[in-house]
């Protein structure tokens, strides 16, 4: 399984990007996904997750303004990205679960990472 993460860049407080993520094999839709961060220094941190039943969790920092999404067509991951803060910079990573559900497993694949970079 191979996660390919695009769609960072440098955009100014107050804007809005959307990540992609997508991801080889047949059976995507099977899958929970999910997004996470890290910032430098920092640990990394759950962004958004949502099930193969499109069921979806949001970290406290980014409700409300992040909606995470599937196309499951195309064996894509999304993650729009609005009202963006300085706060939000950091690596997104997407992180395909080993089930249907949000169960953090080492048998879980991670993407390589997008850097977002929001100035003041």
């Known amino acids: 399984v191979q996660l390919q993460a695009s769609g960072g860049g440098l955009v100014q407080s107050g804007g809005s990007l959307r990540l992609s993520c997508a991801a080889s094999?047949?059976?995507?839709?099977?899958?929970?996904m999910g997004w996470f961060r890290q910032a430098p220094g920092k640990q990394r941190e759950l962004v958004a997750t949502?099930?193969?039943?499109?069921?979806?969790n949001y970290g406290d920092s980014v409700k409300g303004r992040f909606t995470i999404s599937r196309d499951n067509r195309k064996n894509t991951l999304y993650l729009q990205m609005n009202a963006l803060k300085p706060e939000d910079t950091a690596v997104y990573y997407c992180?395909?679960?080993?089930?249907?559900?949000?169960?953090?497993?080492?048998?879980?694949?991670w993407g390589q990472g997008t850097l977002v970079t929001v100035s003041s």
């Open positions: 094999g047949s059976t995507f839709a099977m899958y929970a």
């Open positions: 949502i099930t193969s039943g499109d069921r979806t």
């Open positions: 992180r395909r679960y080993s089930g249907s559900y949000v169960v953090p497993m080492e048998s879980d694949y």
